[in-house]
């Protein structure tokens, strides 16, 4: 049973970076198998995607349309873990953000969620 | 605005059954069978219910169930409980580098 432990600051100033990280146990980030997500909720956007990693041979990144000119997504894999950095943050960003692990739009496991809100 | 779209809004009594519908297009629900279905509750983390459009994960109750034509898929919950009051949010895998993309959410309630 794969688990996520998400870690990371829940305030963040507008035009600054957002940056969480998620501890994987059970699995490894390396593995063949799997992909690791990043997804976030908030009550005027619903869920949303933001973007994935995941290693088939080479690591490989993908990002949602609507995020990828300032998201980056990395893997550690000497932590077995997993990150966020969203840049130029605006309050349009505040939302709770989850990791997820899983293939084709199907997340089996995930984090607890971080409550993130961007304000000065 | 969602990618998929699904009814804001469901309502049924206990023990009734009730269909949640999920719209996309052929690039999305229409072109695979990638189709997912989420639990949520609020301040909790979303549950999977349904997988590869009509396959359950281990432990979820064969009450639910999910189905696909063409570009809509349905989530159906037979024999409706109190504690299936809940959002509900469907997914697809996509192409044409969307990748993943998700449904607006349909709020469940159980009356």
């Known amino acids: 049973q794969v688990q996520l432990q998400q870690s990371g600051p829940g305030l963040v100033k507008p035009s600054q970076t957002l940056s969480l990280t998620c501890a994987i146990s059970g699995d490894s980030v390396s593995s063949k198998s799997a992909a690791w997500n990043w997804i976030r909720q908030s009550p005027s956007r619903g869920l949303e995607w933001l973007g994935r990693?995941?290693?088939?041979?080479?690591?490989?990144?993908d990002y949602a349309l609507s995020v990828q000119s300032r998201l980056i997504i990395n893997a550690d894999t000497s932590k077995n873990q997993f990150s966020l950095q969203l840049n130029s943050v605006t309050p349009e960003d505040t939302a709770v953000y989850f990791c997820?692990?899983?293939?084709?739009?199907?997340?089996?496991?995930w984090g607890q969620g971080t409550l993130v809100t961007v304000s000065s | 605005q969602s990618a998929l779209t699904q009814p804001p809004s469901a309502s049924g009594s206990p023990g009734q059954s009730v269909s949640i519908s999920c719209t996309g297009t052929s690039s999305d629900v229409g072109g695979f069978n990638y189709v997912s279905w989420y639990q949520h509750h609020p301040g909790k983390a979303p549950k999977l219910m349904i997988y590869e459009v009509s396959k359950r994960p281990s432990g979820v109750p064969d009450r639910f169930s999910g189905s696909k034509s063409g570009n809509t898929a349905s989530l159906t919950v037979s024999g409706l409980q109190a504690e299936d009051e809940a959002e509900y949010y469907c997914s697809s895998h996509a192409g044409n580098n969307n990748f993943v993309v998700l449904g607006g959410g349909t709020k469940l309630t159980v009356l």
């Open positions: 990693t995941y290693y088939r041979s080479k690591w490989y990144y």
């Open positions: 997820a692990a899983g293939r084709f739009g199907s997340f089996d496991s």
